[in-house]
């Protein structure tokens, strides 16, 4: 469904911020983008969600290559847009509607949908956000917002959910609400984070970017969060001083379940 | 400098719509032309960076500190017009959202700070910059303070004269040139130099920077 | 609160009401409007009146002073003109703070989907900042113990500043990204309606399309 090809990409004079990311996803795979911040893994969403060009190498949607030409063609990029969407790391960036049902309801109006107002009430309701509907969406708290701004990409019932860093703000029941609701959605879901834990919920492969953008692993999640070296170089994991009743010591980990890192120490 | 509702009176400040209109249709067909689909995201941007440099506080010369006017700033960095609507939206915003007043002086407001504000700005930097560019700067930030200083005493002063009974007993501002003038410029030349100096700061700061990391 | 195409109403009655009141010159008609305003705006109206009252209390206080011993001084002291001009001031002060708390003006700038965009997008920011800004005075006071010095309330100054602009900037490139991401620069207005939905959007729907459709892919880092 989503094929990459030897991936480079940078700003007009600065360091390669994708440098060789090759990538291949089927329809309805969970893949979880892992690396430090500044590794490439909000570009690359951005690239996939055709906002951002490569320099060189190719992105296939569908068989079908995302070139700056066919997002000019009006019938093939409202498809795109409605089958591919992204969540922005920070939802502030997402919200620019007068109320909440507005902004749910804004992607299937301005995509053409007729049923637009009977989505937004939908996606209201599942995520709990219909006592705020006639709200202004700045006014919300950071969780809400993020709510809102998922709530407004899901309206579009599209195939492919892109999620940069998804629960970064999102309080525990709310995060296990999207673990559960991405597990069992039947979508393409590609998701950025480095927060192992959130990892392991969705994992079923993951590709680690390292600094510069430069792929380092692509496989399944489990044999990368059981390999140091490969966690080490990404930046991943860290070393710091731990105290268990009065005795302290210091060990490389990672901040996740126990259970993720316990077995490998 | 910001004049509150209620001491201008309808010849000023009906005229000042009408050039303001003039101005702002000036500054969005410009706008148009320059930029895309960045428009309005950066104009939203720039009218809350505008309200949000009004936030800071400057320290003044003599120990005590007064709200940054930033004009200077966002004239130098993205141009008038950009300065010019983003003031304007600054100054509708405080007033009709937050309801801080000053819709009737909106139109000299903006003309006075967001306009000749950043007019002032641009023109003296481009003048000195050839000599010292740092010294530009804060001139043309020093300059972006005093002029709309000068132009606010000016549109109240001549209240008086412009709206009065015909015993001569004022109907809106009472006080004529001779307490505008001395009262409004006279602080403004002190504000002026916190202001030169925060924009000379922030001038480094914006020159050095990338604006954006990926 | 007042929705829809009402908000608008509101804010051009608001106008026309702001006009008309200094079109008066009669303190007795001044005062009488400000009771109908008074009487109108319902049960908020003493949270109204003390917000008004508190706006515009200095201010007034040291103009109507100045002027007492101005005019006094002159031989000119007109106690119509003080009354004439607190009530006008305190009048559109109410009037003011009335529409505020009445009218959201996001739902008023439904008139033009741009103007909408613009305002929704500035207030967010604003509140952003507002909230960044509180936090860096907080910080500033507690690494002070003592009163600090020019040059470093000079430097914090620039710092919120600098802050401020860095923000603003990445967050205008990462806005029009997430506006386009859901197809709004896009016209799709000359297509047939999408296979899995019917007919286009709703009418009046806050749809705004660049000028140039042409730049819609020209993604420019700023």
């Not at chain 1, 309801?105 to 006592?131: I, K, N, S, V």
């Not at chain 1, 599209?158 to 999102?170: A, K």
């Not at chain 1, 597990?183 to 600094?211: F, I, P, Q, Y």
């Not at chain 3, 100054?157 to 600098?162: E, S, T």
Request: hydrophobic letters at 50%; a positive charge; proline letters at 5%.
């Amino acid at each position: 469904m989503i094929e990459l090809t030897d991936i480079h990409f940078a700003w007009p004079d600065a360091p390669a911020i994708l440098d060789g990311v090759s990538l291949s996803v089927r329809e309805g795979e969970k893949l979880v983008l892992l690396g430090a911040n500044g590794s490439g893994k909000s570009t690359l969403l951005k690239l996939l969600n055709g906002l951002v060009q490569p320099q060189s190498g190719a992105y296939r949607y569908g068989g079908e290559e995302v070139t700056p030409a066919r997002l000019k063609s009006g019938e093939w990029t409202r498809r795109f847009r409605s089958e591919v969407v992204l969540l922005f790391q920070h939802p502030e960036a997402m919200l620019f509607n007068p109320t909440v049902r507005d902004e749910i309801a804004y992607g299937p109006r301005q995509l053409g949908f007729a049923d637009a107002e009977a989505r937004a009430e939908r996606w209201l309701a599942a995520l709990g956000l219909t006592p705020l509907a006639d709200k202004a969406p700045f006014a919300l708290s950071g969780g809400q917002k993020q709510k809102v701004a998922l709530a407004a990409i899901l309206s579009l019932d599209p195939r492919v959910l892109l999620l940069d860093e998804p629960v970064s703000s999102l309080d525990p029941r709310a995060s296990g609400w999207l673990v559960d609701f991405l597990l069992d959605c039947g979508k393409t879901v590609v998701v950025s984070t480095h927060n192992l834990s959130m990892a392991t919920e969705l994992g079923e492969r993951c590709l680690v970017l390292g600094e510069g953008g430069r792929p380092l692993y692509d496989g399944p999640l489990p044999e990368a969060l059981h390999d140091r070296a490969l966690l080490e170089s990404a930046n991943l994991v860290h070393r710091h001083r731990h105290r268990h009743d009065g005795d302290t010591h210091a060990y490389m980990h990672a901040h996740t379940h126990a259970h993720d890192w316990e077995s490998s120490r | 400098m910001h004049i509150p509702d209620g001491f201008l009176s309808p010849q000023t400040y009906l005229p000042a719509y009408a050039a303001a209109g003039l101005a702002w249709a000036w500054a969005a067909r410009g706008l148009r032309r320059t930029l895309d689909e960045e428009t309005v995201p950066r104009l939203a941007a720039m009218t809350a960076l505008a309200y949000g440099l009004g936030l800071v506080m400057v320290p003044i010369p003599g120990g005590t500190s007064g709200h940054a006017l930033g004009v200077a700033m966002l004239a130098l960095l993205f141009g008038v017009r950009l300065a010019f609507l983003a003031y304007s939206l600054v100054l509708a915003l405080q007033s009709l959202l937050f309801g801080a007043g000053g819709i009737t002086a909106l139109a000299v407001n903006a003309l006075a700070m967001g306009l000749c504000g950043s007019l002032a700005a641009l023109l003296t930097y481009r003048l000195l910059r050839r000599m010292n560019e740092t010294a530009a700067v804060a001139i043309a930030a020093w300059c972006s303070v005093l002029l709309p200083g000068l132009l606010v005493a000016l549109a109240l002063g001549a209240q008086p004269s412009i709206a009065h009974r015909e015993d001569g007993t004022p109907l809106f501002f009472p006080f004529g040139f001779a307490i505008t003038l001395p009262a409004v410029v006279i602080p403004h030349l002190f504000i002026g130099a916190g202001e030169a100096v925060l924009t000379v700061l922030v001038w480094r700061f914006a020159r050095a920077r990338k604006w954006c990391s990926a | 609160m007042v929705l829809g195409v009402k908000a608008t109403h509101w804010l051009f009655a608001y106008l026309a009401a702001v006009v008309a009141v200094t079109l008066l010159h009669e303190p007795w008609l001044l005062a009488a409007l400000l009771a109908v305003a008074f009487i109108a705006s319902g049960l908020s109206r003493l949270k109204i009146l003390r917000r008004a009252v508190l706006a515009i209390l200095t201010f007034n206080l040291t103009l109507s002073l100045g002027y007492a011993m101005v005019a006094a001084w002159q031989g000119n002291f007109s106690a119509h003109y003080l009354l004439l001009v607190n009530l006008r001031v305190l009048l559109l002060a109410y009037l003011g703070f009335w529409f505020v708390s009445r009218v959201n003006l996001i739902e008023a700038c439904r008139f033009s989907p741009t103007l909408s965009f613009v305002v929704t997008l500035a207030a967010g920011q604003i509140e952003a900042f507002s909230r960044a800004l509180r936090d860096f005075r907080l910080a500033f006071v507690s690494r002070n113990a003592a009163a600090p010095p020019l040059s470093a309330r000079a430097r914090h100054a620039a710092a919120q500043a600098g802050h401020l602009l860095d923000k603003s900037v990445c967050m205008a490139a990462e806005t029009a990204l997430a506006m386009r991401s859901r197809g709004c620069f896009d016209d799709y207005s000359n297509l047939p309606p999408p296979v899995c939905g019917r007919g286009a959007g709703r009418e009046g729907s806050p749809v705004w399309r660049p000028r140039r459709p042409d730049t819609a892919t020209a993604y420019k880092k700023p």
